[in-house]
């Protein structure tokens, strides 16, 4: 937590015992907005006066239920409350103040704190809103970038998807080429592998009218030969 957003719950709580003050009609009520350098470890002394001992325990008292009901503060200390003349609570960074009217003109606190400023609980109410205010409007001018920074970190993924896409873009497309590739190149090897029966048929046909001349041949000699044989028989039967 940040040394302003401490300050700024500081003030709330302040505020509320101010309230309380308010309520419980104690007199007087003030805020001391104290010196950094004078003040010590407190930023603020609320200050009250009560008529009596009752009314400044009871001030007392409901300051301690509504912090610590509505914002969980405890005060580290409390002083004066058997006496109730001057009862003083603790929270560290503020300081509760009650007196009695009588006590208060006589321990003069505020003229003690000379470098403190004084405030009045509706003056005080009105710094605190308009600081709430002001960071209210810086957190919704800041809205848009923060919205912004948002996305971009939730598309960071996306974008390095698409990237690696894109690397990979030519190895698909030469993946897709190769199967369609991959029917032509099997009948290119079956069509390498039928090569040489076909050559050798090829060759088979070529061969095929030589083997065939050579038994026309063949009969056409046994003709002739029983042609010429018929006449010489014929010859010898009439020589007789």
């Known amino acids: 937590m940040t040394t302003s957003q401490v300050k700024q719950e500081t003030r709330i709580l302040v505020q509320a015992a101010a309230a309380v003050c308010e309520d419980k009609k104690g007199e007087d009520t003030r805020i001391?907005?104290?010196?950094?350098?004078?003040?010590?470890?407190?930023?603020?002394?609320?200050?009250t006066?009560?008529?009596?001992?009752?009314?400044?325990?009871?001030?007392?008292?409901?300051?301690?239920?509504?912090?610590?009901?509505?914002?969980?503060?405890?005060?580290?200390?409390?002083?004066?409350?058997?006496?109730?003349?001057?009862?003083?609570l603790d929270y560290v960074d503020f300081v509760v103040h009650v007196f009695l009217t009588e006590r208060r003109a006589f321990y003069d606190i505020e003229r003690l704190r000379k470098s403190a400023r004084p405030l009045t609980p509706a003056e005080f109410d009105a710094e605190l809103k308009a600081e709430l205010a002001e960071k209210t409007r810086t957190v919704r001018e800041k809205a848009p970038v923060v919205a912004k920074a948002k996305k971009a970190v939730k598309k960071a993924p996306v974008v390095a998807k698409a990237k690696k896409a894109v690397?990979?873009?030519?190895?698909?497309?030469?993946?897709?080429?190769?199967?369609?590739?991959?029917?032509?190149?099997?009948?290119?090897?079956?069509?390498?592998?039928?090569?040489?029966?076909?050559?050798?048929?090829?060759?088979?046909?070529?061969?095929?009218?030589?083997?065939?001349?050579?038994?026309?041949?063949?009969?056409?000699?046994?003709?002739?030969?029983?042609?010429?044989?018929?006449?010489?028989?014929?010859?010898?039967?009439?020589?007789?």
């Open 32 to 47: 001391l907005e104290l010196d950094p350098v004078d003040s010590g470890l407190s930023d603020f002394f609320l200050i």
């Open 167 to 240: 690397k990979k873009a030519p190895v698909v497309a030469k993946a897709k080429k190769a199967v369609k590739k991959a029917p032509v190149a099997a009948k290119a090897k079956k069509a390498v592998k039928k090569a040489p029966v076909v050559a050798k048929a090829k060759k088979a046909v070529k061969k095929a009218p030589l083997a065939a001349k050579p038994k026309t041949a063949a009969k056409k000699t046994q003709v002739m030969s029983k042609t010429k044989a018929k006449p010489v028989a014929k010859k010898k039967s009439a020589g007789r």
């Open 49 to 88: 006066s009560a008529t009596n001992e009752r009314q400044a325990v009871a001030i007392a008292d409901d300051i301690e239920f509504r912090l610590k009901r509505d914002f969980g503060a405890y005060a580290h200390s409390v002083e004066g409350r058997r006496q109730g003349e001057w009862i003083l």
